[in-house]
């Protein structure tokens, strides 16, 4: 195991506890750096409280590694401003993969520790926005919800989930009064019958599988306000 500045390395992000990406990543992990690494491992997934705790409790200088696989450049931003509030902060750093690895998430982690040259430190933060986007309520009269489950992914739901924010976009529907609100789920179920998009608050469910079907639901549905039945998933 290679030497690092650090007195603590922490390996932090969702679904870590238990599933199959935990079963995978604490596999890698100890292989490359022992049993004891376990140790170091914070599940984020019932909230930020989990990693703050282990930040407090931790010898320093220490190096967070964040996995979540939501991770940008804003969410660091954000996560840095939450623990820099925790004693020692001048001693306290963090590296990300920016939600980017592949089927060795532990080795990818792993060589993030010695990349010192990719550790953000937790002072001099840039100033958050008083009113950034994340934390305002999007103006909208409906909440769209798509399905991005592994079955669904499998059936092109990412491309037409592409294809359909950029119909409700051009249309002048999209999270603006009046419009439509997207939040992306995981699996909603039924899955034989998908890619699923869900419409409340009427409780709408929809099959789309190709983009013809994308842009005839935002037209017809959306911007003409009148029924597609034939779309409809039959209960």
């Given amino acids: 195991m290679t030497a ?31 049993e004891a690494a376990l140790a170091d491992v914070v599940d984020t997934g019932a909230g930020p409280d989990a990693l703050r705790e282990a930040v407090q409790a931790s010898p320093r200088p220490l190096l967070v590694i964040d996995l979540d696989p939501q991770s940008t450049p804003p969410h660091l931003d954000w996560l840095r401003s939450e623990l820099g509030q925790c004693e020692a902060p001048e001693h306290l750093f963090i590296a990300s993969l920016l939600g980017q690895y592949d089927s060795d998430p532990a080795g990818a982690a792993c060589a993030l520790v010695a990349r010192t040259e990719l550790h953000l430190a937790f002072v001099e933060v840039p100033a958050l ?52 609100h997207i939040t992306r789920t995981q699996c909603q179920y039924p899955c034989d019958l998908g890619p699923t998009a869900s419409l409340y608050p009427e409780g709408e469910w929809y099959r789309l599988e190709s983009e013809e079907q994308v842009l005839r639901w935002v037209q017809e549905r959306i911007v003409e306000e009148r029924a597609v039945p034939e779309l409809l998933m039959k209960g």
């Fill in 4 to 34: 690092t500045p650090y007195a603590r390395v922490l390996f932090a992000g969702p679904d870590l506890a238990e599933g199959a990406f935990a079963e995978l990543f604490r596999r890698q992990l100890v292989a490359l750096r022992g």
């Fill in 129 to 180: 926005p008083e009113s950034h986007a994340w934390s305002c309520i999007p103006p909208h009269a409906r909440r769209l919800l798509l399905c991005n489950g592994p079955r669904c992914t499998r059936r092109g739901a990412l491309p037409l989930w592409k294809k359909l924010r950029e119909t409700l976009k051009a249309a002048g529907k999209l999270e603006c009064a009046g419009g439509v």
